[in-house]
């Protein structure tokens, strides 16, 4: 890639990675589409994305721990009943945060094998329909239940790490919208589940891209390092914007940015349609 092209290439991923660190979602969403239609192919932007998500979420979260949004310590816990039962095999992080992003991480590995035995039997219209209806509905339950605390549930948290990974391992995106709002709808404090988002999200990235290295395909990563470097410098500034957020407020804007994905990802399910049954 020369410099006229990965200058706007570095510009996008700045705008789409400051509002994917502030909201929990929109990066490879908002970004992906946008390259393929300045002539990308998917083949040159997948794996980039993927590795610029590597990087910037795990930057991400370090970021958002520093600014207080969320509080990461990934130290085990010996006295705790499970790591004393397990023995050497036990392992649970001491911070709630942690906890959570450890859990989310743990069950995206289900939901990636899952999604890649089943990638080839599901219509890739019939998925996207699926993650539309299911993100605009959360964003509709959080904005009318955003003056509420719902009570925390460890069960839900799993559950959405696996429906989370499956989505992405299948159609490359939808992993952020339902992460973050899932989370809040399961009891976590807004500022939280989106620094979780972002920690949780660096490392099923992880597990993609050790994927496609594993398969031996041979990758272009010429867009990569401008994603990534773009990507990179507007973490900074999105763990600050955060922080100076009141929660009611940031609740509502997480809420309405998800409303307004679900309902664009519907939006295109139907433009989708139209165009198949025009041929």
Not at 161 to 182: D, E, H, I, Q, R
Not at 210 to 221: C, H, P, Q, R, S
Request: with cysteine.
């Amino acid at each position: 890639m020369n410099f006229p092209q990965a200058v706007p290439v570095f510009l996008l991923a700045f705008v789409c990675e400051f509002i994917d660190s502030t909201l929990g979602m929109g990066y490879g969403t908002t970004l992906t589409p946008v390259l393929l239609l300045m002539g990308f192919s998917p083949v040159q932007i997948v794996p980039a994305v993927l590795l610029s998500e590597l990087v910037t979420g795990a930057m991400a979260a370090f970021m958002h721990h520093r600014a207080g949004n969320a509080f990461f310590d990934f130290r085990n816990t010996p006295e705790h009943r499970i790591v004393k039962k397990m023995g050497a095999l036990g392992y649970i992080p001491r911070s709630p945060d942690a906890r959570i992003a450890w859990v989310l991480g743990v069950s995206s590995i289900v939901g990636a094998v899952g999604a890649a035995f089943l990638a080839v039997s599901i219509p890739a219209f019939h998925l996207k329909l699926f993650i539309g209806l299911i993100v605009t509905a959360m964003g509709v339950l959080i904005l009318a239940r955003r003056g509420s605390i719902p009570r925390f549930s460890w069960k839900r948290i799993t559950g959405l790490g696996v429906v989370a990974a499956f989505n992405k391992g299948l159609s490359g995106g939808g992993y952020g919208p339902l992460v973050t709002s899932g989370q809040i709808l399961s009891g976590v404090a807004t500022k939280s589940a989106v620094a979780i988002t972002s920690m949780a999200e660096s490392f099923t990235c992880l597990v993609a891209v050790l994927a496609y290295l594993v398969t031996g395909v041979e990758i272009d990563w010429g867009a990569a390092p401008a994603l990534t470097l773009g990507a990179v410098c507007s973490v900074p500034l999105s763990a600050i914007a955060v922080k100076h957020m009141k929660l009611r407020g940031f609740t509502l804007i997480v809420g309405a940015a998800t409303l307004i994905l679900g309902l664009f990802t519907l939006y295109s399910c139907s433009r989708g349609t139209l165009r198949t049954s025009a041929f």
